[in-house]
């Protein structure tokens, strides 16, 4: 069978085909720069890239284009090999708990909660309706990154303000990179064949978040109503104190949105460092005795150890510490920095097996009280996988 996974952005679509016989990348790609100049796309696997550009006024041309193109390559010899496609979406609000089939009361629900997403949202639905229209015939199914994280408990996802702000605007954290935390706890689950483990998987990447996951299920996450909450990212704040917001707006005569701005922008690694947002420039920065980079891998090292140990307290332990994305399984000084804050609860690496980059891992040393693990995220793949289950 074969089942794509479509990523859209408001202006980019990156796919993937699969096999999911042997869960194998067919084909992959990205359009960029769509309903922008200069737009194009990038077409690979391991036989071949294509890098072309091409007129992309708008979502449908992406899809045409991705269409036509699957056949013109061979990858398939009519779209009706196409078993199914699975749309990742940012955010199902508090109604989607799972991923589900496509229909026209599920796009309505991806528009309606474009408030939480604006950026996002809009985009996925319009993405959709563009293979609706195409392909009204193949199965369609939507992932949402927030489902994962809709077994929190209301203690847990619940702000302490007023509660008729929860009533009335649906005001509550909601979390982000679902799909990823679901993928990682699995993997781990698999890997042990174990379904009851105590799990805290720290998503490290540009936007980073750590979940909690007790027996499979999230039971808190450090991404909050938007995903700019939690740690320091690498042009995010993180947690601050909403106060601030204030105090800055008059002191510079900026208005909320300007703030918000910073804080979503030119913030975390980025603000602190001065330099730049990617923890490549930070590691190299510092190698070069640079203080704000210092200082910046510091608060971020420090923000991430904060939300391990508050999830050991909050789940009675933690079996198993899992790190992902491109800071997670790349970088093996920022793991070290981390596991190494984590000494007053056992919790140690293998310097040798640490000496790891993007691959599944366990980089705990044998003494160590929990196991750490290094498992690259797929988000794609399980994707394509719930879209298996639901169109099956
Ligand atoms: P996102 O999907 O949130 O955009 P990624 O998961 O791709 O982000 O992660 C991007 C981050 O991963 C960047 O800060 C980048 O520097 C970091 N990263 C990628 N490769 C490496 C590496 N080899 N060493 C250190 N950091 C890396």
Redesign the pocket.
């Known amino acids: 069978m074969k089942i794509m996974s479509i990523n859209a952005g408001s202006s980019s679509l990156k796919f993937s085909l699969f096999d999911m016989d042997t869960n194998d990348v067919l084909v992959s790609g990205l359009f960029e720069r769509i309903g922008i100049e200069g737009s194009c796309y990038t077409i690979k696997n391991s036989e071949f890239k294509i890098k072309q550009e091409a007129v992309l006024n708008n979502h449908a041309d992406a899809v045409k284009i991705l269409l036509d193109k699957l056949i013109e390559l061979k990858i398939i010899n009519s779209l009706e090999e196409l078993d199914g496609i699975g749309h990742r979406v940012v955010h199902g609000g508090d109604k989607y708990t799972d991923s589900v089939v496509v229909s026209d009361q599920v796009v309505e629900d991806i528009i309606r909660f474009s408030d939480y997403a604006p950026l996002h949202n809009p985009a996925h639905a319009v993405c959709i309706k563009a293979f609706r229209e195409v392909l009204p015939n193949t199965p369609m199914t939507v992932v949402f990154d927030t489902a994962f994280h809709q077994t929190m408990e209301k203690d847990r996802f619940l702000y302490p303000v007023p509660y008729e702000w929860y009533e009335n605007y649906q005001v509550r954290k909601y979390g982000a990179h679902g799909t990823s935390h679901r993928y990682v706890s699995k993997k781990v689950s698999e890997v042990l064949v174990k379904d009851d483990l105590r799990i805290i998987v720290c998503h490290l ?3 980073s978040s750590i979940t909690a996951v007790k027996d499979g299920k999230c039971v808190d996450t450090s991404m909050g109503f938007t995903p700019l909450a939690g740690v320091v990212m ?1 042009t995010r704040s993180g947690d601050i104190d909403v106060s601030l917001v204030p105090y800055v707006m008059e002191k510079e005569g900026k208005s909320v949105g300007e703030i918000m701005d910073a804080l979503n922008k030119k913030s975390g ?1 980025l603000g602190v460092s001065k330099l730049s ?5 930070i ?1 190299d920065a510092i190698k070069e005795g640079n203080e704000q980079a210092i200082l910046a891998q510091k608060m971020f090292v420090n923000s991430v150890v904060k939300y391990i140990s508050q999830y050991y307290v909050e789940m009675g332990g933690c079996d198993v510490l899992a790190f992902t ?3 997670g ?3 093996i000084s ?1 793991r070290a920095e981390i596991v190494e804050q984590l000494a007053c609860l056992g919790i140690k690496l293998d310097v040798e097996a640490n000496n790891v ?1 993007g691959e599944l891992t366990c980089i705990s040393s044998k003494d160590s009280n929990s196991l750490v693990y290094l498992v690259p995220t797929n988000e794609e793949l399980m994707i394509a996988m719930d879209t298996l289950a639901l169109i099956k």
Do not use: L
């Not at 947002?277 to 420039?281: A, F, G, I, N, T």
């Open positions: 990447g540009n936007g690498g690694f947002s990617d923890s490549r420039d590691e994305a491109g800071i399984e790349n970088s920022t980059r």
